[in-house]
């Protein structure tokens, strides 16, 4: 049967205010009108065929997300990442084509390279510049004295402070972590490599960030209950999302998860586990090679001294 289509480019509000295409890390969920409630609807990744997207969505590189439902309706999308404002938009999907109408071909090849075009007029010279004034030694910089134009000096640069946000740890995967991890029931399951972050401080809280585009279904029928969470030095874990899934409707184990703040690491290195867990039998999938819509990121900060 013909399916519902939608696609736009996500774009986020910046901490300056100006308006920019969702970076990476950024997360888009689908739930019904005005609600918390995560749409129940399959959602598919393309026109046709049985493969199904996660909910939430992790939108590609250019920004874009595009997905297809059994049938035209309206819902929300909420758009979030850490550190942007997160944005929610009502939208309605396409209207499912009549029957018999024609797929869309693939783009035609890209025509050849036009001819170089001829050589500009040389501009007229430029007034000679104020320069750079003698003197300064070794690391020294040039600093402004006053708000006067071209009143400089060479200075040597205080050290920096030690204080402030640092960001510890940015993994993205480039390859497909995995097409169909087993999970056993009541078990949680590593997914994807053990990460290390370095601490510096032990009275600095450390933010943990995941956008993790995967899906996760059971092998047999049943409506698992499936989350996700970090380990972290293979001892403490904390849990991140949660959802349940079906044999026919797979969905995402860290979907709705928020930064995990923990306290108390002394200075030093730590590691860090992503795991996920199936009160069922399950299969677990995370290919951010093979489609562009998935994703495998952490990101660990250390806020403040």
Not at 152 to 161: D, E, L, M, Q
Not at 209 to 219: E, H, Q
Not at 282 to 293: D, E, I, N, W
Request: charge should be negative; charged fraction near 10%.
């Amino acid at each position: 049967m013909p399916r519902a289509q939608f696609r736009d480019v996500v774009v986020m509000r910046g901490t300056s205010g100006v308006l920019m295409v969702a970076p990476p890390g950024t997360s888009v969920a689908l739930y019904d009108v005005g609600t918390s409630n995560p749409i129940a609807e399959a959602i598919y990744a393309a026109e046709g065929g049985s493969q199904m997207l996660p909910n939430p969505l992790y939108p590609s590189v250019d920004g874009s997300i595009e997905f297809w439902l059994a049938e035209e309706r309206e819902l929300d999308l909420v758009a979030s990442c850490p550190g942007l404002t997160t944005v929610r938009a009502t939208v309605t999907t396409d209207g499912i084509s009549p029957a018999g109408a024609g797929v869309v071909g693939p783009p035609g090849a890209q025509g050849p390279q036009g001819p170089v075009g001829p050589q500009g007029p040389s501009g007229s010279p430029g007034v000679t510049g104020q320069g750079v004034p003698a003197g300064g030694t070794v690391s020294q910089v040039l600093t402004k004295n006053t708000a006067t134009d071209y009143d400089t000096a060479w200075a040597t640069p205080t050290a920096p402070s030690t204080g402030g946000d640092k960001l510890l740890l940015n993994y993205s995967a480039s390859a497909d972590v995995g097409a169909s991890i087993a999970m056993a029931a009541n078990t949680w399951t590593n997914i994807g490599p053990q990460l290390s972050f370095t601490t510096d401080s032990a009275t600095a809280t450390v933010e943990i960030a995941l956008s993790i585009g995967a899906w996760c279904g059971p092998t047999a029928a049943g409506t698992p209950v499936i989350g996700g969470g970090v380990l972290i030095d293979g001892t403490t874990r904390y849990n991140w999302g949660g959802s349940t899934a079906t044999s026919s409707a797979y969905n995402s184990p860290f979907a709705g998860g928020g930064p995990i703040a923990v306290t108390g690491l002394s200075v030093g290195t730590h590691t860090l586990q992503v795991q996920a867990r199936s009160s069922q039998a399950s299969v677990l999938g995370c290919q951010p090679a093979t489609y562009p819509q998935s994703s495998f990121i952490v990101r660990v900060w250390q806020r403040g001294a």
